[in-house]
């Protein structure tokens, strides 16, 4: 199932001085926001703890785990008993539908037949993030990836920096593409230019307080259209 999108307008962001593309996840490139919410409060419910609202889970998607535990349940200081219940939730008892969004695979086709360095950072841990590439088949379109448990989370510039020293690029020659404020700042805090999506957990005046170069409606707005 692919979620449908209104139509882009023709715009072109990319261009051949911003080299390496990185792509936040969930949000952004998979249609996931709605079946984080509801794991997250199954999660809250199962465990006996306070359900987070709507608007509180969708503030803290980007931050690794552990940072939104601290948000969501500050009471709470051993995290591993949360994180197991969440995880099952969000792989196996969460039946909410979370399809990569119209138009991601030819975005990322056209960039990557463009010459374009893409990568992902994200807020998942490896292992969910292996598993989401896999199942959705974009694996194959990013020439490197890194995950929460591998770095600082968001929106400390430690990613952005590994994923630049591994290309060879400079902060003016990187975008990072996100639909929350953590995406945007940390693309601030790294130097790098910041793209805002609409369509995903964060609103368009969060994502307007961090500077970006352009906010967009559809992923398809990257690319010149054919």
């Known amino acids: 199932m692919i979620k449908t999108m209104p139509k882009a307008m023709p715009k072109v962001i990319v ?8 792509f936040d996840w969930d949000g952004t490139l998979m249609d996931s926001t709605g079946r984080i919410v509801s794991a997250m409060q199954t999660t809250a419910r199962n465990l006996k703890l306070p359900v987070p609202s ?19 349940f500050p009471e709470v200081e051993d995290h591993d008993w949360i994180t197991e219940e969440y995880r099952y939730q969000y792989v196996d008892g969460d039946k909410t539908p979370s399809p990569v969004f119209e138009g991601v695979e ?50 400390d510039p430690a990613m952005l920096h590994t994923l630049m020293k591994h290309f ?52 398809r707005e990257l690319i010149a259209q054919q």
Do not use: W
Request: charged share 25%; with cysteine.
């Open 15 to 22: 261009t051949l001085k911003t080299p390496l593309i990185v």
């Open 54 to 72: 709507d608007d509180e889970v969708r503030a803290i998607i980007g931050l690794s785990l552990s940072n939104c535990y601290r948000q969501l």
């Open 106 to 155: 030819a975005v990322l086709a056209k960039l990557k037949d463009d010459g374009y360095y893409l990568s992902v950072a994200t807020g998942k841990a490896r292992d969910g993030l292996d598993r989401v590439l896999n199942e959705s088949k974009l694996k194959h379109f990013f020439d490197f990836t890194i995950a929460s448990d591998e770095s600082n989370s968001k929106p």
């Open 168 to 219: 060879d690029v400079k902060p003016e020659q990187t975008i990072m593409v996100g639909d929350t404020s953590h995406d945007l700042k940390m693309a601030q805090n790294a130097g790098a230019l910041g793209v805002g999506v609409t369509y995903g957990a964060h609103r368009v005046d969060i994502l307007r307080q961090h500077a970006p170069l352009a906010i967009i409606n559809d992923i």
